[in-house]
C-alpha cells in the first residue's frame, strides 16, 4: 500500500524559510519512473504545482516560484524535502505531496498539511 | 490565473449527464497528457482520468475523458449526488525546462 504524509511546522511568520518533509512508504524513489511533488492549495482556490523531483535526482519548480523553492530526496529514509524561502502571507495554503509517475502523474496524495504565514 | 482553463462552475441533476472543459495550449494539452482530479470537500484531491481518456481501477465508468487540439473534457454521466466536488485538470508544459499546470478548477454542484 503506498502512502505519504507531510509533516512541518503550521504557523510561519513572513520573511521565515518554511521546511516540508514528505515521508513516503510503499514505493522506492530509486526506481525508474518514480517521481514525488509538492502541490498546494490556497484555502477556497485552486490547485498550484510546486516542484518535482525525480527517480534520478533531477529536478522541477514551478517558473514563478522557482527562485523560493529547493527540493531534495533521501531514498533511504523515503524522504522528499521542500524548503521555500521568504514566505508571505499569501503563500498560506494546504501543502500536499503526491507520487507522480509517467503513467499516471499525481496517483497518491498524501492528506496535506495546512500552513499559515502570519506574525 | 491558472495556465489551463476551466469554467468556475457547472450543474446538473441525478441522472443527468454533464460535460467539464479545460482548455490549454500547444506546450501543455496540445503535446501532452492529461489528467483529471477529482477534491471531495476537506479531502485530498483523487486522480480520475490519466493519459486523456484512461480510468483508474476503481473508478466507474460513469466518469469518462477526451481530448482534441489543445482542449479536454471530463464527462459525467448519471450524475450522483456523491459527485459533487471540484475537479481539476492538469497536464505537463513543454515550456522552459518543464513543469506541470493545472485547471483553475470545476465546482460541481448536483441539484
Known amino acids: 500500500q503506498v502512502t505519504l504524509r507531510e509533516s512541518g511546522p503550521a504557523l510561519v511568520k513572513p520573511t521565515q524559510t518554511l521546511t516540508l518533509t514528505c515521508t513516503f512508504s510503499g514505493f522506492s524513489l530509486s526506481t525508474s519512473g518514480m517521481c514525488v511533488s509538492w502541490v498546494r492549495q490556497p484555502p477556497g482556490k485552486a490547485l498550484e504545482w510546486l516542484a518535482l523531483i525525480d527517480w534520478d535526482d533531477d529536478k522541477y519548480y514551478s517558473t514563478s516560484l522557482k527562485t523560493r523553492l529547493t527540493i531534495s530526496k533521501d531514498t533511504s529514509k523515503n524522504q522528499v524535502v521542500l524548503t521555500m524561502t521568504n514566505m508571505d502571507p499569501v503563500d498560506t495554503a494546504t501543502y500536499y505531496c503526491a507520487r507522480t509517475t509517467t503513467v499516471y502523474a499525481f496517483d497518491i496524495w498524501g492528506q496535506g498539511t495546512m500552513v499559515t504565514v502570519s506574525s | ?111
Open chain 2, 1 to 111: 490565473q491558472s495556465v489551463l482553463t476551466q469554467p468556475p462552475s457547472a450543474s446538473g441533476t441525478p441522472g443527468q449527464r454533464v460535460t467539464i472543459s479545460c482548455s490549454g495550449s500547444s506546450s501543455n494539452i496540445g503535446s501532452n497528457y492529461v489528467y483529471w482530479y477529482q477534491q471531495l470537500p476537506g479531502t485530498a484531491p483523487k486522480l480520475l482520468i490519466y493519459r486523456n481518456n484512461q480510468r483508474p481501477s476503481g473508478v466507474p465508468d460513469r466518469f469518462s475523458g477526451s481530448k482534441s487540439g489543445t482542449s479536454a473534457s471530463l464527462a459525467i454521466s448519471g450524475l450522483r449526488s456523491e459527485d459533487e466536488a471540484d475537479y481539476y485538470c492538469a497536464a505537463w508544459d513543454d515550456s522552459l525546462s518543464g513543469f506541470w499546470v493545472f485547471g483553475g478548477g470545476t465546482k460541481l454542484t448536483v441539484l
